[in-house]
T-cell receptor, first 114, second 117 residues
Framework: ETGVTQSPTHLIKTRGQQVTLRCSSQ?????VSWYQQALGQGPQFIFQ???????GRGNFPPRFSGLQFPNYSSELNVNALELDDSALYLC?????????????FGEGSRLTVL | AQKITQTQPGMFVQEKEAVTLDCTYD???????LFWYKQPSSGEMIFLIY????????ATEPRREDSLNFQKARKSANLVISASQLGDSAMYFC????????????FGPGTRLSVLP
């Protein structure tokens, strides 16, 4: 069983640019979510995708957008980057068959905005 | 108001000793789940243990005998690591999901645990 994989692991952008982060969810998991983790803080929920539709969103502006593909892989897109977007971006997936519904996370993409 | 509070920014424990990491939560939803995650320096969040709001007994992690001390009336869900190992040094996050489904987890600020040889 493969785990959640994310790419790229590190990247540097400048203010105003756009970035796309990618995630392959764990095998058999049809729900994926994205979290932003600023330095020294806990992760914050950005949004969730199920069956290629966004069906839950946290307190993030519309310039944060996403996609989920038929193979359950996902993308996070951030437009008009700001300095405060510098963070670790974590992708998570879960299986509806597990009682707890715990999230399985990737190792994250660390974004630095200069 | 903070939904998840972790009041210990950092903790030190001697190898093989027990340690309790504190977590209090706030919700008006009668159905919720509480989770603990470990985050080593690699960045990956590793699931440790889960407690449902209707569970009568404290959750335990069978491989290591770690447990979650769930006190519903006090809205606390402390993680008890029974015998610390050097590999347990990491950030630990308490999280809550309101309702039974979904991936909208609210995380606390975390506690950095350092295990000393």
């Amino acid at each position: 069983e493969t785990g959640v994989t994310q790419s790229p692991t590190h990247l540097i952008k400048t203010r105003g640019q756009q970035v796309t982060l990618r995630c392959s969810s764990q095998s058999g998991h049809n729900t994926v979510s994205w979290y932003q983790q600023a330095l020294g803080q806990g992760p914050q929920f950005i949004f969730q995708y199920y069956r290629e539709e966004e069906n839950g969103r946290g307190n993030f502006p519309p310039r944060f957008s996403g996609l989920q593909f038929p193979n359950y892989s996902s993308e996070l897109n951030v437009n008009a980057l700001e300095l405060d977007d510098s963070a670790l971006y974590l992708c998570a997936s879960s299986s509806g068959t597990r009682e707890a519904g715990e999230l399985f996370f990737g190792e994250g993409s660390r974004l630095t905005v200069l | 108001a903070q939904k998840i509070t972790q009041t210990q920014p950092g903790m030190f424990v001697q190898e093989k000793e027990a340690v309790t990491l504190d977590c209090t939560y706030d919700t008006s939803d009668p159905s919720y789940g509480l989770f603990w995650y470990k985050q080593p320096s690699s960045g990956e969040m590793i699931f440790l243990i889960y407690q449902g709001s209707y569970d009568q007994q404290n959750a335990t992690e069978p491989r290591r005998e770690d447990s979650l001390n769930f006190q519903k009336a006090r809205k606390s869900a402390n993680l008890v690591i029974s015998a610390s190992q050097l590999g347990d040094s990491a950030m630990y996050f308490c999280a809550m999901r309101e309702g039974n489904y979904g991936q909208n987890f609210v995380f606390g600020p975390g506690t950095r645990l350092s295990v000393l040889p």
